[in-house]
Nanobody, 123 residues
Framework: QVQLVESGGGLVQAGGSLRLACAAS????????MGWFRQAPGKEREFVAGISWSGGSTYYADSVKGRFSISRDNAKTTVYLQMNSLKPEDTAVYYC????????????????WGQGTQVTVSS
């Protein structure tokens, strides 16, 4: 079993940056794709970014493309989400999760959800 723990959230002004981290512990040896999702108040959880096991493939929601960047460390235990040019509409709880499927954005394909980290962007 694997545990995912997100960190790095906080309050930032519009135009600012934050770097989120998702640390995995437990059974991390399988070749999982990792994903970041977010959920704003009153809205459904939505896909933000994903990265393949090797780190060679990344993919993003249109709303964050060009502003956010996903990466993972060589040990494959931590996944990062660098968020630049933040907007008030990026305010949400951000979650990481994993999947055995390749390059999927379907929330139903993901599991082992972390507890989330709050990101608040002020205007």
């Amino acid at each position: 079993q694997v545990q995912l723990v997100e960190s790095g959230g906080g309050l930032v002004q519009a135009g600012g940056s934050l770097r989120l981290a998702c640390a995995a512990s437990g059974r991390t040896r399988s070749s999982y794709t990792m994903g970041w999702f977010r959920q704003a108040p009153g809205k459904e959880r939505e896909f933000v970014a994903g990265i393949s096991w090797s780190g060679g493939s990344t993919y993003y929601a249109d709303s964050v493309k060009g502003r956010f960047s996903i990466s993972r460390d060589n040990a494959k235990t931590t996944v990062y989400l660098q968020m630049n040019s933040l907007k008030p509409e990026d305010t949400a709880v951000y979650y990481c999760a994993r999947t055995l499927r390749v390059l999927t954005t379907n929330i139903e394909d993901f599991g082992s959800w972390g507890q989330g980290t709050q990101v608040t962007v002020s205007s």
